[in-house]
């Protein structure tokens, strides 16, 4: 079994991060929920957008650092949406990472002008149709993360995974759980 730790999107901790975080730990999984927001919540994710940006990323970057400081190197770094920054942040600059996750968006890492560690496989989930969606992003997550994997769903929502979300998808969401904890047996 995996030991992971997940980072939320730009809504915050919430309920549905918790029940998605459940959902893996009841299969065996061992997962931490940093709260980078320390406890503030959104309903809108332009809201929680601003508020990412006024905390700053270096304090976000902090936040998510100390949140990994005690754990052992061997995680999974997953992110959803926002998180996804973090996640890779720590897996590019902490040796050890098994492997990395993502919903809502993929991660390029030449964005932090790093190369992604060797033999350390990746998946990444959206919807088709998602306002959020970056193709540039999508492109380099492929290029330049051997072993990446792409899955988009159909759908136009953001956090589809979320169920105490607006844009809940339930059949897009049990066929990601479904690929990630297949993803999560073979590390």
């Known amino acids: 079994m995996a030991e992971i730790v997940l980072f939320h999107h730009a809504l915050g901790l919430t309920s549905g991060v918790q029940e998605f975080a459940g959902a893996l730990q009841d299969a065996g999984h061992t997962v931490h929920t940093p709260d980078l927001f320390e406890g503030r919540l959104f309903d809108v994710v332009e809201d929680g957008v601003a508020f990412a940006a006024e905390t700053g990323r270096e304090t976000l970057g902090a936040r998510a650092g100390a949140a990994v400081e005690s754990l052992p190197p061997d995680l999974v770094y997953a992110g959803m949406s926002m998180g996804c920054a973090y996640a890779t942040q720590l897996l590019l600059t902490r040796p050890g ?30 919807t088709a149709d998602d306002p959020w969606r970056e193709q540039e992003a999508e492109e380099g997550f492929e290029a330049r993360v051997p072993d990446a994997e792409l899955f988009v769903y159909e759908g136009d929502t953001h956090l589809f995974a979320d169920p105490s979300t607006q844009d809940f998808d339930p059949v897009a969401a049990a066929l990601a759980m479904e690929r990630i904890q297949e993803f999560l047996g073979r590390l």
């Open 97 to 126: 990472g098994r492997g990395a996750f993502y919903l809502y968006g993929a991660v390029d890492p030449a964005w932090w002008e790093a190369r992604w560690p060797a033999g350390v496989p990746a998946q990444a989930h959206q």
